[in-house]
Nanobody, 120 residues
Framework: QVQLVESGGGLVQPGGSLRLSCAAS????????MSWYRHAPGKERELVAR????????NYADSVKGRFTISRDNAKKTMFLQMHNLKPEDTAVYYC?????????????WGQGTQVTVSS
């Protein structure tokens, strides 16, 4: 069975850092593009960062450029999101997403999410 399990969220002060992890199982991880999305109450779900199958291609939302770094370790079947200089506006549930490049995005798999709260 396909599983995506996020971890690493929590409460952090503005300006702090967190590292999120997404552990994958049940599919050929290296063949899938991976993304981090976030969803805050009352707001639309937002694409935060995306990384290609081998990690060479990345893109970021304008709001996180220069602060967040997405990476992946295909041998460990894990994706990461390193977050620095966190702001209250970053508060949201962060979700791991996986989609095969040859399939429509509607067929993506999702994790259960991990809460990130940035507050003093």
């Amino acid at each position: 069975q396909v599983q995506l399990v996020e971890s690493g969220g929590g409460l952090v002060q503005p300006g702090g850092s967190l590292r999120l992890s997404c552990a994958a199982s049940g599919f050929t991880f290296s063949r899938y593009a991976m993304s981090w999305y976030r969803h805050a109450p009352g707001k639309e779900r937002e694409l935060v960062a995306r990384i290609g199958t081998f990690g060479g291609s990345t893109n970021y939302a304008d709001s996180v450029k220069g602060r967040f770094t997405i990476s992946r370790d295909n041998a460990k079947k894990t994706m990461f999101l390193q977050m620095h200089n966190l702001k209250p506006e970053d508060t949201a549930v962060y979700y791991c997403n996986a989609v095969h490049p040859l399939l429509p995005t509607e067929q993506a798999w999702w994790g259960q999410g991990t809460q990130v709260t940035v507050s003093s």
